[in-house]
């Protein structure tokens, strides 16, 4: 496969999705193999379970955390990684991220921007309380969590279904996209928020834009310029010309 060049793009905004973090053995949460499958999120990642039966949510999520203890970036997280360490102070760079693991930023990546937030911290469900999310290696799979200052359960710092995307967040993602260049979206679905909504706002300011991932879209985004089909860990070393193996 032919790689890319993306030496003329000065601001480059890429979303990932579950398809980036498969490789390193991260079970999706929708689609075909996805844990939805099997799990009814609303017993155990809705919002509303905040309130009837914590402890389920620390249940689910706490064994990602412990799986996350052994899983490596893979090499699509090393390719991103890599690109956005050889831009120069002339480029603007951001990583949007659906997935909540943080194997971007541990594969290198720095302008992060986590959608849905990290399952490795720890915060308050206490909305007013001041203690701030937390590294947390714990899975707290047994006791529920108790904050210190107010005593108020601990939770995952993780968008649950039926809560919104930090304001903040949603606020650097979009302007991100008001004047981007070069749009890709990677191993997410390209006709669902949020990267249906995104190319759609990318094409509007004239970038160029791609969508890579393992199915095709269904039915085709005509915002995405350009579809290339594939595991991300095997297409972006290829498309970026990127070399990622360990020397
Ligand atoms: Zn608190």
Same mark, same amino acid.
């Given at each position: 496969?032919?790689?890319?060049?993306?030496?003329?793009?000065?601001?480059?905004?890429?979303?990932?999705?579950?398809?980036?973090?498969?490789?390193?053995?991260?079970?999706?949460?929708?689609?075909?193999?996805?844990?939805? #499958?099997?799990?009814?999120? &609303?017993?155990?990642?809705?919002?509303?379970?905040?309130?009837?039966?914590? @402890?389920? !949510?620390? /249940? %689910?999520?706490?064994?990602?955390?412990?799986?996350?203890?052994?899983?490596?970036?893979?090499?699509?997280?090393?390719?991103?990684?890599?690109?956005?360490?050889?831009?120069?102070?002339?480029?603007?760079?951001?990583?949007?991220?659906?997935?909540?693991?943080?194997?971007?930023?541990?594969?290198?990546?720095?302008?992060?921007?986590?959608?849905?937030?990290?399952?490795?911290?720890?915060?308050?469900? #206490?909305?007013?309380?001041? &203690?701030?999310?937390?590294?947390?290696?714990?899975?707290?799979?047994?006791? @529920?969590? !108790?904050? /210190? %200052?107010?005593?108020?359960?601990?939770?995952?710092?993780?968008?649950?279904?039926?809560?919104?995307?930090?304001?903040?967040?949603?606020?650097?993602?979009?302007?991100?996209?008001?004047?981007?260049?070069?749009?890709?979206?990677?191993?997410?679905?390209?006709?669902?928020?949020?990267?249906?909504?995104?190319?759609?706002?990318?094409?509007?300011?004239?970038?160029?834009?791609?969508?890579?991932?393992?199915?095709?879209?269904?039915?085709?985004?005509?915002?995405?310029?350009?579809?290339?089909?594939?595991?991300?860990?095997?297409?972006?070393? %290829?498309?970026?010309?990127?070399?990622?193996?360990?020397?």
């Amino acid at each position: 496969m032919q790689s890319l060049d993306f030496s003329c793009y000065r601001n480059i905004v890429i979303l990932t999705g579950a398809g980036v973090s498969a490789a390193s053995g991260i079970r999706p949460f929708r689609g075909q193999e996805g844990l939805w #499958n099997e799990i009814n999120p &609303l017993k155990s990642a809705d919002s509303s379970v905040l309130q009837t039966n914590p @402890l389920a !949510i620390w /249940q %689910l999520f706490g064994t990602l955390r412990t799986q996350l203890e052994t899983a490596q970036p893979n090499a699509a997280h090393l390719t991103l990684a890599k690109f956005e360490a050889g831009f120069s102070s002339s480029q603007q760079f951001t990583l949007i991220t659906q997935n909540i693991d943080g194997l971007h930023q541990r594969a290198g990546s720095r302008n992060v921007i986590e959608l849905h937030g990290n399952v490795n911290y720890t915060r308050c469900s #206490n909305p007013t309380c001041s &203690l701030t999310a937390y590294l947390d290696k714990s899975p707290h799979k047994d006791l @529920l969590p !108790i904050c /210190q %200052l107010c005593n108020y359960p601990l939770r995952l710092d993780i968008v649950l279904f039926g809560e919104q995307i930090p304001a903040k967040k949603e606020w650097l993602a979009k302007r991100s996209l008001r004047d981007c260049d070069l749009f890709i979206a990677i191993g997410t679905s390209g006709t669902v928020w949020p990267a249906a909504n995104f190319v759609r706002s990318a094409n509007y300011v004239g970038a160029k834009t791609i969508f890579i991932n393992l199915e095709p879209m269904k039915p085709k985004n005509p915002y995405f310029q350009e579809e290339y089909l594939g595991r991300a860990e095997e297409l972006l070393p %290829l498309l970026f010309n990127i070399d990622v193996t360990p020397h």
